[in-house]
């Protein structure tokens, strides 16, 4: 019968993509087209995997996903920019006063 069976746990499967190309492609472009771009590294979660956020010296910021921690330090690296954890670090003023200049004037951008 079965009835004090212990079931096997399910395998955590995230469904979100890897990282790709383009995602590299996309931040690559951000760093050269911006001033002062610094790489902030959030962690993976049970729906995405590890993602790096770049945030420009006016507060204009991209995500995009990227292969683990140790990616997207060499990513850093490799770009000449400062890199941190958001978990440590949490993340710049300046990005959440973008974000609200968007809210208020979204035709400026």
Do not use: C
Not at 63 to 89: H, S, T
């Amino acid at each position: 019968m079965g009835l004090f069976r212990r079931r096997k746990k399910a395998r955590a499967v995230s469904l979100d993509r890897a990282a790709d190309r383009a995602d590299l492609d996309h931040l690559a472009n951000f760093v050269r087209s911006r001033r002062g771009v610094e790489a902030y590294i959030e962690p993976r979660t049970t729906v995405t995997e590890t993602t790096v956020m770049l945030i420009a010296d006016d507060g204009e910021w991209t995500r995009r996903r990227i292969d683990g921690p140790d990616g997207a330090r060499r990513f850093a690296y490799r770009m000449g920019i400062p890199v941190y954890d958001v978990r440590l670090m949490g993340y710049p003023q300046r990005m959440r006063d973008y974000n609200e200049r968007r809210k208020r004037r979204p035709e400026l951008f």
